[in-house]
């Protein structure tokens, strides 16, 4: 543009960091719909309810499954279901509060949303505008919520558990053989390859041209205790359950509401410019 760029409007900035660290975003990437109870399920009246670990950051959203028998299959929701509270039992997770039935057989009611923090690139603010002002609030965490499939694995051992049992029994060795034909001769047999023992290799890593080196004692076996450490320790700790709110409620308005100052103290801009341009990268 060759002419100056024109002043449009000025609006008064408001920071405000009440609910913090508790303010985060959270993100649903596979989601093709709102995050809400399907109308089925609502009709029974269930609820969303979410649960969380703190130590780890790691936070669920539980939703009910939508039950229509046009979308839904009764009978592979108590295969899934028994696999579920199989995999809860494992990763040593709180089972459900709600009893069954006597006699009635676990089911897959609901889809639980696991999250994954993402770090932060800089500085993350909500920021509204009313009534001619923006309102700014901090962001303390990032969070992608996607569906967890781990009680799947407990199918697949299953079934595989399944077809090694049956592999005798149900081997498919071809059609008899014709008598009127000569007998083959036997195959021969294959020679068992001797394999050697697994020993643990320690690696030592040097940098050409430079005499300092690293060394990365124990190799892979280090990084796999340390991953399985990080795995126990998650699933040691408890669940703290949360009640969800929907973004209608009164609590969730309420909530909003408290992200706008009511202070009108100005405050005072201690940085100039060119502290500014110097902290913005690639400028």
């Not at 660290?21 to 109870?37: A, M």
């Not at 009127?180 to 394999?195: H, R």
Request: hydrophobic content about 30%; aromatic content about 4%; some cysteine.
């Amino acid at each position: 543009m060759d002419a100056e760029d024109r002043l449009i409007g000025v609006l008064p900035v408001h920071f405000s960091n009440t609910l913090t660290p508790n303010v985060h975003i959270h993100q649903f990437p596979l989601l093709t719909r709102p995050l809400q109870v399907p109308p089925s399920a609502a009709a029974s009246g269930k609820r969303i309810k979410a649960r969380v670990k703190r130590g780890v950051r790691r936070l669920e959203v539980h939703v009910p499954v939508d039950t229509r028998p046009e979308v839904w299959n009764t009978e592979r929701s108590k295969d899934l279901g028994r696999a579920r509270v199989e995999d809860d039992k494992e990763k040593n997770q709180e089972l459900s509060k709600m009893k069954q039935r006597e006699g009635e057989e676990p089911r897959l009611t609901e889809v639980r949303l696991r999250s994954e923090q993402i770090p932060h690139v800089g500085a993350y603010v909500l920021g509204v505008v009313r009534d001619g002002r923006l309102y700014l609030h901090p962001i303390s965490e990032t969070h992608q919520l996607r569906p967890t499939l781990t009680y799947m694995d407990i199918l697949s051992r299953k079934s595989r558990r399944n077809r090694g049992a049956g592999s005798d029994d149900e081997s498919d060795d071809g059609p008899p053989p014709d008598p009127d034909e000569p007998t083959p001769a036997p195959a021969p047999k294959k020679e068992k390859k001797v394999v050697g023992e697994a020993k643990e290799v320690q690696v030592s890593v040097r940098k050409s041209g430079d005499d300092r080196s690293v060394q990365f004692q124990g190799g892979l076996t280090a990084v796999r205790r340390e991953m399985l450490t990080i795995i126990h320790n998650e699933e040691d700790e408890m669940w703290e359950d949360y009640e969800f709110c929907d973004g209608e409620t009164p609590e969730s308005n309420d909530t909003f509401e408290s992200i706008f100052s009511r202070n009108t103290e100005e405050l005072e801009c201690k940085t100039d410019m060119t502290t500014v341009l110097k902290e913005i990268h690639g400028v």
